[in-house]
């Protein structure tokens, strides 16, 4: 891409997407975003493709919707990733899959890479999102800073080298890492010692279950996807094997009707969106049932990964008797979304933008707050304890 043709994308980029964004600018002024963009153009001859993408990405995360990127990712090297894959949680930053090679790695507690602490990751890489709360810092960064062509962008390269300082809560380790192509099939994970009902079922779409013991019917809400919403799908061979949520809805309300429920969970603490019009419908029909919206029988979680339509069925709950625990979510009530998209014409770089805005609450809060906050540690989850679902089972109504 030379200069000339970076040029023809941006001012494509500039014209299209002002007129088919719902309300660019509410939050930054044109004037403002036309100023970046041409200072854009005027430094393209000096800079790479890449750098020009992702300074292209930090303009438009300043207009302030998180739905609406450029996707960069058509100019990422994929064995340019550092070989861990990390989570955030209550106690910090941690290693839970890698490969052979650095498996001492494993469970732990990462300080710094280079010498730079985990906030001068969040603050750099954060320019590259939307940053709404701390929420969708936990969810995000994580998945960036792996991604060594960002941190070459950011300067926390050092002489291409990448040393990562880390902690088992006893010692501290250095251990440098070689970037490399991070493929599924090489990686090795933590081995915790039981796994909770949460991450036994992360990668299933929906699924429900009676805890008999405890009397507790729990709905694990994961993806607003189905076969009768294919959403991302429609049209692809991937659509046909997407499970059906309208039996799932039928089993779930059949269940609640005639089992003996003393409590009961709606949780979407990994669902990312989709399509919010099925779990509204389920949500409605829930609470038409008086023996189930009642205050200390009905708990809705939430988390860092709820977001976009997931936001939608978690504000259904809101006029409900039902009781919010877990954490912020990355979404907020109010937002951009209906998201469609454009291509730009030399680059081929894929522009998402919001096509409507979704205005559900009087306040213009930045994350839904839980009632009751709590978030999962390391110890937590090696030990196959989720802490929110022994809050709820605990739970006794004052």
């Known amino acids: 891409m030379n200069p000339e043709k970076w040029k023809e994308d941006?001012?494509?980029l500039r014209e299209n997407l002002s007129k088919k964004h719902y309300n660019l600018f509410f939050k930054r002024d044109k004037v403002l975003f036309d100023r970046d963009l041409d200072n854009l153009i005027s430094q393209s001859g000096k800079l790479s493709?890449?750098?020009?993408?992702?300074?292209l990405q930090q303009i438009i995360a300043k207009q302030g919707d998180s739905h609406t990127n450029a996707d960069y990712g058509k100019l990422m090297i994929s064995n340019t990733k550092l070989p861990i894959k990390t989570y955030w949680f209550a106690d910090g930053l941690y290693v839970i899959k890698t490969t052979k090679e650095y498996e001492d790695l494993l469970g732990k507690k990462i300080i710094s890479i280079n010498n730079y602490s985990l906030k001068q990751f969040s603050d750099s890489l954060s320019t590259i999102f939307v940053r709404?709360?701390?929420?969708?810092?936990?969810?995000?960064?994580?998945?960036?800073?792996?991604?060594?062509?960002?941190?070459?962008?950011?300067?926390f390269e050092k002489n291409q080298k990448y040393t990562l300082q880390c902690s088992d809560n006893q010692n501290i380790?250095?251990?440098?890492?070689?970037?490399?192509?991070?493929?599924?099939?090489?990686?090795?994970?933590?081995?915790?010692?039981?796994?909770?009902?949460?991450?036994?079922?992360?990668?299933?779409y929906f699924t429900g279950n009676y805890f008999l013991k405890d009397k507790t019917y729990y709905i694990l809400y994961n993806k607003c996807v189905s076969k009768e919403s294919p959403s991302i799908f429609t049209g692809k061979p991937e659509a046909e094997k997407l499970p059906s949520f309208?039996?799932?809805?039928?089993?779930?309300?059949?269940?609640?009707?005639?089992?003996?429920?003393?409590?009961?969970?709606?949780?979407?603490?990994?669902?990312?969106?989709?399509?919010?019009?099925?779990?509204?419908?389920?949500?409605?029909?829930?609470?038409?049932?008086?023996?189930i919206n009642k205050k200390g029988k009905l708990f809705v979680i939430t988390g860092r990964n709820t977001f976009s339509s997931a936001i939608i069925n978690t504000m259904d709950f809101k006029n409900s008797n039902a009781i919010f625990v877990g954490e912020e979510t990355a979404g907020k009530p109010n937002h951009f979304g209906e998201v469609r998209g454009f291509t730009l014409p030399n680059s081929g770089i894929e522009i998402s933008y919001s096509t409507k805005y979704f205005n559900q609450y009087k306040n213009d809060d930045s994350t839904i707050k839980p009632d009751f906050m709590i978030e999962e540690s390391f110890e937590n989850f090696m030990n196959g304890i989720d802490p929110v679902f022994e809050f709820v089972k605990n739970y006794k109504k004052t």
Do not use: C, Y
């Open 49 to 55: 493709d890449l750098e020009i993408a992702l300074k």
């Open 10 to 12: 941006i001012n494509f």
């Open 173 to 204: 380790k250095e251990k440098e890492l070689i970037p490399e192509n991070f493929l599924k099939t090489s990686q090795i994970s933590v081995k915790p010692k039981n796994i909770s009902f949460l991450w036994k079922n992360e990668n299933k």
């Open 132 to 155: 709404e709360n701390q929420a969708i810092v936990k969810k995000t960064i994580p998945n960036l800073i792996v991604q060594t062509q960002l941190l070459k962008f950011f300067g």
């Open 246 to 291: 309208l039996e799932f809805q039928d089993k779930i309300l059949e269940d609640l009707k005639n089992l003996k429920i003393e409590k009961v969970i709606f949780d979407m603490r990994l669902n990312g969106g989709g399509s919010s019009p099925q779990g509204t419908k389920l949500i409605n029909e829930i609470l038409k049932l008086p023996e």
